[in-house]
């Protein structure tokens, strides 16, 4: 049983940058899939497409040097401890070298369009 899937599919990502692999497949869901779609916007990945019904083929990306793009991936809101800010306080990853993934009313989106549009709501991740 898996307590948080969101964290699951961020281990997985993490897991086969690690590894090398060039794919990695992640159990389907609308949250899963918005946040592989907000992950190829900002670049950390180069494509996620929805597979079939239960799976997302996320293809991961490399510079030209076989090193990951991707440094750090890491849960900022889980089930149990909730964080939200507001656009006033949506906190910068890495002197804007990354960006964060936030919920908002008008769905998942970076935490830079969160700002520009003045929304709030649930900080996902942060990614560098």
Known sequence: MINDPIADMLTIIRNGYMARKKNVVVRNSKAKAAIGSV???LGF???SKVKNDKEILVTL????DK???LNEIKRVSSPSIRVYKDH??????RSGLGDVIISTPQGLMTGRKARSKKLGGEIICKVS
Request: no cysteine; proline share 11%.
């Open 45 to 47: 990945v180069l494509d």
């Open 39 to 41: 992950l190829t916007e």
């Open 67 to 69: 090193t990951p793009v």
């Open 61 to 64: 990306k490399y510079n030209e």
């Open 88 to 93: 006033k306080s949506i906190p910068f990853v």
